[in-house]
């Protein structure tokens, strides 16, 4: 298992994984303070989900709290049930690698996504989290509390992760026009996952 087999895993498994996948929402509070974070100069806050994956209970969260959704996701499966499970949300079938929509947002997510990519990935999107970022806009994502890879398991087939070091986060959050707000390494409240909340401070 390596990372190029992540999105290929996720088509054949993808549908399983949703139907299975946790709904408790214990990432409430984070998502809270997401948007807490966002700026709402146009009214509502425009949220790029990147790896969106089928859009519950996350993505029907936030449309819930009245955010204006687009998700992203590089397999067919999930960008099919992503505008099904999210009200008003729109799906764009794209790799997060190189993603360039064109467009700017209030709030970039990645949650439980951008970790399946490579280290040398995961360093080259955060020119592509600024190319996204409305000003003050910001970002959360998930990564690994230590630098290293690691096989987990996603609908009982074996899935990619990988993390850097927490300071090489924060160097390249810095060297992108990210502030961070917020960073918790394997929060007890949060099912142990590591969280980093950002915001952008480049105009």
């Avoid at 079938?93 to 209030?106: I, P, Y």
């Avoid at 399946?116 to 995961?122: I, P, V």
């Avoid at 918790?184 to 142990?192: A, F, H, L, N, S």
Wanted: charged share 20%.
């Amino acid at each position: 298992m390596k990372a190029q087999d992540v999105i290929p895993t996720y088509e054949r498994v993808g549908a399983e994984w949703a139907q299975q996948r946790n709904r408790n929402l214990m990432e409430k509070a984070w998502l809270d303070r997401m948007l807490a974070a966002a700026p709402r100069d146009t009214g509502v806050v425009r949220v790029l989900d990147i790896g969106c994956g089928s859009g519950k209970p996350i993505g029907s969260y936030l449309a819930e709290r009245g955010a204006q959704l687009t998700g992203v996701d590089a397999t067919d499966c999930m960008t099919a049930l992503y505008p099904e499970n999210v009200r008003g949300a729109k799906a764009i079938k794209a790799d997060m690698r190189g993603l360039k929509l064109d467009r700017q947002f209030d709030a970039l997510l990645a949650w439980n996504s951008f970790f399946h990519l490579s280290a040398d990935d995961q360093r080259a999107m955060f020119a592509t989290f600024a190319a996204h970022a409305a000003p003050g806009a910001a970002l959360m994502f998930t990564s690994g509390h230590i630098a290293g890879e690691a096989i987990g398991e996603v609908a009982g087939a074996p899935i990619y992760h990988a993390s850097l070091a927490p300071d090489d986060y924060r160097t390249l959050l810095s060297e992108n026009g990210f502030k961070v707000l917020r960073f918790v390494p394997e929060d007890p409240t949060c099912g142990g996952h590591t969280i980093w909340l950002a915001q952008f401070r480049r105009a």
